[in-house]
């Protein structure tokens, strides 16, 4: 019989994936199109869907663990995926989720037409909304408070997340 923790991480994998399924090839929004001649990043040009990814990538790392490795508090020698689990959670996964939802409920307080525009309600439905920008937020901080983890050193997670910053930000 599964443990709770191995159905939260389906369930959030699920949801996650959907996400990204439903953002790239069911959502359509007719005067963006073709908005740029020579090179259109599309859903790419926003950290939000690069948030929902790192998401996912989270949750099916979750799920692995669950699965091959080991949610013991302290581990003499923690497997491969526990490891991964927990370099990319308090690396990746934390600050970049709670970066765009307190950002983007932040601005959308201050006016709505800088994230999210009135003309892009017939195209974008309300609950994609929430899944992109409030469940990132709320799955991370539940993640952060049941599961136990090891933090890397300091410098080791300031380091993948720098990269992975710089790397958006020439992308």
Not at 38 to 56: A, C, E, N, S
Not at 95 to 100: E, S
Not at 122 to 142: G, S
Request: proline share 7%; with cysteine.
């Amino acid at each position: 019989m599964p443990d709770i923790n191995m159905v939260v991480h389906l369930v959030n994998l699920m949801a996650y994936s959907f996400t990204l399924y439903y953002s790239f090839y069911i959502l359509h929004i007719p005067f963006l199109m073709n908005k740029f001649d020579k090179f259109d990043p599309g859903q790419w040009k926003y950290l939000t869907m690069w948030d929902v990814i790192l998401q996912t990538l989270f949750f099916l790392i979750c799920l692995l663990n669950d699965l091959f490795g080991t949610n013991a508090v302290n581990p003499k020698k923690p497997p491969f995926t526990r490891k991964l689990k927990d370099y990319f959670h308090a690396s990746l996964g934390f600050p970049i989720a709670m970066f765009v939802g307190v950002t983007f409920w932040a601005l959308m307080l201050v006016d709505r037409e800088l994230v999210l525009p009135k003309a892009l309600d017939p195209y974008f439905p309300w609950w994609l909304n929430h899944l992109m920008h409030t469940m990132i937020v709320v799955t991370t901080v539940l993640e952060m408070i049941v599961a136990p983890r090891q933090y890397p050193k300091r410098s080791c997670g300031l380091g993948i997340l720098a990269s992975f910053m710089l790397t958006y930000l020439v992308w």
